[in-house]
């Protein structure tokens, strides 16, 4: 598995045309944990890390090692997961204002 996720990051990456510093930057994920996935054979890392790598590219786990399409509803919970607590609960009270105007 450690080798389907590094394989999926490196084939990512590319796709996308991912820096090593946008990922640290947009996911949290050391500079160091990156590196070493990128550069050792069969490195791992934790699966907090792998689902942040994942959610970044608006993915779940399993799609994102399988290099599956993501659905909408999937994309939104990967980039709802990579929001700070506070962030979520604006954002779910917006949800909420936008249903409540549908209504009115």
């Known amino acids: 598995m450690a080798?389907?996720?590094r394989s999926a990051?490196?084939?990512h990456m590319e796709q996308?045309?991912?820096t090593t510093a946008e990922l640290v930057a947009k996911t949290g994920v050391s500079r160091d944990v990156i590196n070493k996935l990128?550069?050792?054979?069969n490195s791992s890392t934790t699966v907090e890390n792998g689902m942040l790598i994942a959610a970044f590219y608006g993915?779940?786990?399993n799609e994102f090692v399988s290099r599956e399409?993501?659905?909408s509803s999937s994309r939104l919970m990967a980039l709802f997961s990579l929001l700070e607590p506070g962030e979520r609960q604006l954002l779910e009270a917006q949800i909420r204002g936008l249903l409540a105007q549908r209504g009115a």
Do not use: I, M, V
């Open 3 to 5: 080798d389907d996720f």
């Open 9 to 11: 990051l490196l084939w």
């Open 16 to 18: 996308h045309g991912t």
């Open 38 to 41: 990128k550069s050792r054979t």
């Open 59 to 61: 993915k779940t786990l």
């Open 69 to 71: 399409e993501s659905s």
